[in-house]
């Protein structure tokens, strides 16, 4: 199947800094989405963005799926934005079905 | 338009135990997905219904699993037997259209089996 993976692992921000998120995906994809995990498990859609680029306030997501990478930009970090970051694509195969695959995930602390 | 929705939020269980989530998706989703995530980990696939139909199980999803989504709607997902490594949070998914649109996911439930 395809495989995602995501980088750094773990990024600590002071308040204020911005930062970027990776996610390399190892084939086509029909679909790729960011999620934001709350501390209570719950996954918040941030971007849908199989392809081109997006903003919404200070988070903002780029994908160039003819290298297979997408990125996530945060702008003016602030403690709200701590939490585990998720790239999730669905496989471009037609047996795919639509279900997502996870990378492992980036976890984001911000200090005040 | 309410979110997905899932009940219970949490489970605590004896090991041996039988189990049963459900799992309300937004109206009119034709798509419905379940998935489990460990503590540390990535969701994970579990199974996909399109309508009532049943069409895809993980290979994670041993014969103890049984899912369900009677007329299209709601669904439920139990777990016969329970043991400790069943202990995960269980995600519940929906989305409208093909394959590739954009996924939305509820609250989940955090299933302990002690």
């Known amino acids: 199947g395809i495989q995602v993976e995501q980088s750094p692992p773990d990024l600590i921000l002071q308040e204020g800094a911005n930062s970027t998120l990776r996610c390399n995906f190892s084939?086509?994809?029909?679909?790729l989405q960011w999620f934001h995990q709350n501390p209570w498990g719950q996954l918040i859609n941030l971007f849908y963005i199989p392809s081109g680029t997006k903003q919404n306030g200070r988070l903002s997501a780029t994908t160039v799926a003819t290298e297979r990478y997408s990125l996530l930009y945060i702008s003016s970090s602030q403690t709200t934005d701590s939490g585990v970051y998720f790239c999730?694509?669905?496989?471009?195969?037609?047996?795919?079905?639509?279900?997502?695959?996870f990378g492992a995930g980036t976890q984001v602390v911000v200090t005040p | 338009d309410t979110g997905v929705s899932q009940d219970p939020r949490h489970k605590i269980t004896k090991r041996g135990q039988n189990v049963t989530f459900r799992c309300d998706p937004i109206s009119e989703h034709n798509r419905l997905y379940w998935y489990r995530q460990t503590l540390g980990q990535g969701p994970e696939f579990l199974t996909y219904?399109?309508?009532?139909?049943?069409?895809?199980k993980s290979r994670l999803l041993s014969d103890r699993f049984s899912a369900e989504r009677p007329k299209g709607s709601f669904s439920t997902l139990e777990i016969q037997r329970t043991e400790q490594g069943d202990s995960a949070m269980y995600l519940c998914?929906?989305?409208?259209?093909?394959?590739?649109?954009?996924?939305?996911f509820g609250p989940g439930t955090r299933l302990t089996v002690t």
């Open positions: 999730a694509v669905v496989g471009g195969r037609s047996d795919s079905w639509g279900k997502l695959q």
């Open positions: 084939d086509s994809v029909n679909n």
């Open positions: 998914a929906s989305s409208l259209g093909v394959a590739g649109v954009e996924q939305y």
């Open positions: 219904f399109q309508n009532e139909a049943q069409l895809e």
